[in-house]
């Protein structure tokens, strides 16, 4: 089995089988209440599987783009996971769960943008070209003012409220199954934490 967890959006956490099929799963678009619900939801999921402490292999850990303050709430509840289990963190591109379920729906051809709210006027775009078993990244993921955020011709968008941790799963497996290599499941913020370190002060005798 393995568990999902994403934070980048909303708070979607979901348990699936090898074989892709979905035990449990609970989710919230809330944008504020990452720290609030992550652990009732890891508690329900986890239930959900008696059998999980010996069943379970891999986290599934969405690294974004997102705020500071959501994505690190994610990706410390699956460290801390993965290491009472002793299993990996699997650090997944939050977007590229998106891109797989629209491709495997058969929604998009060619080149497609997966979009995610980030604040501040701000928009988060990844630009995918269709391909399977593993969206093809063709532009990073990137900030784009919202106002000012124009398509180019023949680009389908596809913006989203919260990432679906299922599916964040099966990019995992798609990855796995393809002998793709996973991300240190380091945060992708795209922009510096609001809060930052300042220089001490030098007190003067």
Known sequence: MILAIDTSAGTSVALLDEDGTVIAERSTPDTRRHAEVIGPFLAEVLAAAPDVRGSLTAVAAGIGPGPFTGLRVGLAAARVLA??????????????????????????????????????????????????????????????????????????????????????????????????????????YLRAPDVTLAAPKRVSA
């Open 83 to 188: 290491l009472g289990l002793g299993i990996p963190v699997l650090g997944v591109p939050s977007h590229e769960a998106v891109a797989l379920r629209l491709l495997v729906a058969g929604e998009v051809a060619g080149r497609f943008a997966v979009v995610t709210d980030a604040r501040r006027r701000e928009v988060a775009v990844t630009v995918y070209i269709a391909a399977l078993p593993i969206p093809a990244e063709a532009e990073p993921a990137h900030l784009v003012e919202r106002l000012a955020f124009a398509p180019a011709p023949g680009l389908t968008v596809h913006e989203v409220a919260e990432i679906p941790a299922a599916w964040l799963a099966r990019a995992a497996q798609a990855r796995s199954a393809a002998g793709a290599s996973f991300s240190d499941a380091a945060p992708l």
